[in-house]
């Protein structure tokens, strides 16, 4: 199963088309917030389905959950924007809400940084932004292969 994971898309909906265009075939996606209208659009443009969160820029009205548990093959995976877990200064705290929700990945955004974290207890990806990145490198997205219970990532620069 391959899953594609973005993040922080801002309003750049090119930058999202591009990404399905790089990402080629997948089973479905994940919006780790900034902006819920790109996961609309996300969820019109492609026929796969899109599971996302809502993001410090979709706060405080958008009816959208702020992090979800989703069970994909064999895997839990806890998806947020990171925002509410202090994403800016570590990642312990969301590994830790990720961990004790029984997943064992966990997929953020809102640093714009890609991160692959590939810790004993828990994967934890951020798939930077495909819109702003703030690392000095080029607009990122992931995409998770599944296969059983091994997880390989893959990391796109647009």
């Known amino acids: 199963m391959r899953v594609g994971v973005m993040s922080d898309s801002h309003g750049n909906t090119m930058a999202v088309d591009r990404a399905i265009e790089l990402a080629g075939e997948v089973d479905c996606w994940l919006h780790a917030g900034d902006l819920i209208e790109d996961a609309e659009y996300l969820a019109m443009v492609t026929d796969k389905k899109v599971i996302n969160v809502a993001g410090n820029c979709d706060w405080p009205s958008s009816g959208t959950d702020d992090e979800i548990l989703v069970e994909i093959g064999s895997h839990k995976i806890f998806l947020t924007h990171g925002h509410i877990y202090g994403v800016k ?14 997943a ?17 207890d828990c994967l934890v990806i951020n798939p930077g932004s495909v819109s702003h990145p703030r690392d000095g490198k080029a607009q990122s997205f992931m995409v998770l292969n599944i296969e059983g219970d091994r997880v390989k990532v893959e990391h796109f620069h647009l």
């Not at 200064?89 to 809400?97: E, F, V, Y």
């Not at 990945?105 to 004993?120: K, L, N, R, S």
């Open 89 to 102: 200064r570590d990642i312990s705290l969301l590994r830790q809400a990720a961990v004790s929700k029984g």
């Open 104 to 120: 064992d990945i966990a997929v953020y955004g809102h640093t714009h940084v890609a991160v692959i974290d590939d810790g004993e």
